[in-house]
Each structure stands twice: as C-alpha cells, then as structure tokens.
C-alpha cells in the first residue's frame, strides 16, 4: 500500500503551524456563513415518509444564529445570494443518466425513492444549489480571502455516489467541490474529513480509486448501522489504495472517542498528506440527543474537533453540513462558529454519568481504541497506548 511509504513524521507535534500557512492573518481570522432560503421547497412534507431531513433542520438554525447575534460580528458575514451548481459541475462527480435521471423525476413532481431519499418538484433546483453552495464556500476561501466558510446546506451529500442517491442525500456537495477546485482553480491534493455519525460511503465510491482527494470519514460503525459499508477494512483500491481512511466507532463513543480518533489519527492523516485544501464533513447527527443514532458528542465535542483541526490547518478550509436532525442544530452551530473564530464553546450541554454509565463507557472507550489501533496497523501509524483501567 502507498500509504505505507509516505513520510511520517513522528515527532510534528500539532504546536507547529507553520506548515499549512498561507499567509492569512490567522490570530484574527473571519468567516462565511452560507445559507439560502429555497433549501425550503426541498420538503417530504407531502409525502408519507418519515421527515428527519426537514427544512426546520436548517430554518431553525439559521434563526437561532440570528436571534444569538452571530452576524453583528463583523468577522462573521452571512452569504446568501448562491448560484446553483451548473451541469457540468454535476458532471465532475456524477454520471450523465444519474443527474437526467434526477432532473426528469423532479420534473414530473418527484416521489420517495427508496433508501431514506426523496425528490419534490424542486428538488433538482434545490440540490444543484446546494452543491453551488459547496462551491461557493471554496471560492469565497480561495478567491475573496476569507479564512474559513461554513455552509448551512441541503439535502446534504455525503452519501450520494457516482450514479446513486441515499440516505437523503441527493448530489455529492463535497466531491463537487473537490473535483471544481482541481480542475477550475488549480488545487491539487484536497482532503475530506467527515464526522458525520454515518458513513460518508458516496464520498468513498467516488473517490475509491483516485489518490488525488482522501478521504477520512469518522462514523458509528457499519455493521449494524446505515449505510452498512464504510468498513476500517475499504482502504482504497488501484492507485487509490490507502488514501480511503475508515475509522468505526461503537455505539455510545462521545468526545473522548472522538478526541481519540482525531489525536492518533485524523491530525497526523492531515500531516502526513498534507493537503493544498481541506473539507470538512460535518453532520451533528452523533449529538447525545438524536437518539436513533446513540452517539454521545456534547457541544464540546465539536468544537473540540473544529479546534484541533485549526492547530494543524489553522486557515483556508471549509465545513459543509451533513446530517443532523435534532432542534439543538442551532447550538452546534454556533459551537462550531465560536470554535473558527477563537471564542469559547457557548452551549453548556456536559453530560453527567452515573457510575454504572461510566463503566459501560470504560468499555466504548476500550472498543473505540482497538478499532483506533487497527486504523493505525494498516496505515502504519505509531501505535496507541491510552487504555483506560
Ligand atoms: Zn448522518
């Protein structure tokens, strides 16, 4: 494997931020907030269908930033007015039957389709703009010198592949961004980590074969869990093997796991590749209150992750949302906004374990360490000895 022979620096401890420099003001950095009001007409309203990928995901978050005061800051700018992603854009990504087949069926009027994803008359407009929106966030980083951009974007896209819809996902945001950037604006190495509490499987379909884009998702483990596939095992294939990074987590995994997951693997992933730019995955759906899902992140968590994240790529990286379908949306928001601009984490959610909990946690902690050491195995990464007794 490739991977295996890339150098590892073994002693670049995450003080140094030289390395990703570009030049920006990091001490006093600013940010783009993107958000489009006819996300709304993407609806299941009208269909018999269970309705967690709902426009109050993102209305109700929007409003709870507004009414918090986030855009008096003069560092954080509210961007609106975002153009849909044209075909050819799509094309980057998906096939040619897939995006038709898409158009046609919203065109008609749409309907479920199976596997958690529906399409409304709207929604082939509705998605183009949300995947027009993951390409504005990385031209407003690149072109208009912002340091970060965070898009407040859906139907979200991780789990959409070449020429697949799934699990409310309907076009690839992130992947559109990705391929845009190397071919549009010269980027070359580009990196996406996703910590949305599924697996982002379309991004790994996508990206499967091509060393050029990693892809690093952190995900509830598949086994017995959507989307089934994301397994530590899928490391990439052809000139692709080892730039596909599966860390699987077990039920119940909270910040310290994903501490965890990021100190051994995620920031000396981003070390070790050194991406020209990052994407960020972010879905809040591992938030302790979206009970269907049983992970156990606080508000702290991801903040946690946005900051270590900036101690080894302290600019020039966007967050594209993901899932996440619980009404606290607003407050993880705002977490993550406070966590780019260098304020403190706002929302007070700790959680409180009785003994008998902090026992069964012991035990997640044990399982999410071994799986951590196996990702290391096969990526070569130093090994791990933080065991809990
Ligand atoms: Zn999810």
């Not at 709902?54 to 929007?62: G, V």
């Not at 407040?152 to 409310?168: D, E, I, M, Q, T």
């Not at 952190?218 to 692709?240: L, V």
């Not at 965890?260 to 920031?267: G, H, N, R, S, T």
């Amino acid at each position: 494997m490739e991977g295996q022979t890339k150098n590892i620096d073994q002693n670049d401890g995450a003080e140094d931020l030289t390395v990703f420099d570009t030049g920006l003001n990091v001490n006093n950095p600013n940010l783009a907030v993107l958000y489009y009001k006819n996300h709304s007409s993407h609806t299941c309203n009208n269909l018999k269908i269970p309705d967690f990928e709902k426009p109050e995901r993102l209305t109700d978050a929007f409003l709870y930033l507004k009414n918090n005061n986030i855009f008096d800051d003069s560092r954080c700018n509210l961007i609106s007015d975002i153009e849909k992603a044209s075909e050819k854009d799509l094309l980057r990504v998906h096939t040619k039957s897939y995006i038709s087949f898409i158009k046609n069926y919203s065109r008609k009027g749409g309907g479920f389709l199976g596997d958690s994803t529906y399409v409304t008359k709207d929604t082939y407009d509705v998605a183009r703009t949300s995947a027009g929106a993951a390409i504005r966030s990385g031209n407003l980083v690149i072109d208009d010198d912002y340091s970060y951009s965070f898009a407040l974007l859906r139907p979200p896209g991780h789990h959409a592949g070449k020429s697949k819809y799934g699990g409310f996902c309907i076009f690839n945001n992130a992947a559109v961004l990705a391929k845009y950037l190397q071919q549009k604006k010269g980027i070359g190495k580009v990196m996406i980590v996703d910590w949305d509490a599924h697996a982002g499987n379309g991004t790994m379909d996508i990206f499967y074969n091509n060393p050029d884009v990693i892809t690093l998702s952190i995900h509830r483990s598949p086994h017995d869990f959507y989307p089934r596939t994301g397994f530590m095992s899928q490391i990439g294939e052809g000139e692709g093997e080892g730039y596909n990074i599966n860390v699987e987590l077990p039920v119940g995994s909270e910040n310290l796991e994903y501490k965890l997951a990021f100190d051994e693997i995620v920031i000396p992933m981003i070390k070790r590749h050194s991406p020209d730019f990052l994407i960020c995955c972010c879905g809040f759906d591992g938030y302790y209150k979206e009970k269907t899902v049983q992970m156990n992140l606080t508000s702290k968590g991801y903040y946690q992750m946005v900051k270590s994240i900036k101690s080894v790529y302290p600019d020039n990286f966007v967050i594209l949302m993901e899932g996440g379908y619980h009404k606290h949306n607003g407050k993880l928001c705002h977490s993550v906004i406070n966590a780019l601009l260098d304020r403190p984490n706002p929302i007070h959610d700790d959680l409180n374990y009785t003994n008998y909990e902090k026992e069964i946690q012991k035990k997640v902690y044990n399982k999410a360490l071994g799986n951590i050491s196996k990702v290391k195995e096969l990526f070569s990464l130093p090994d791990v000895d933080n065991t809990v007794n």
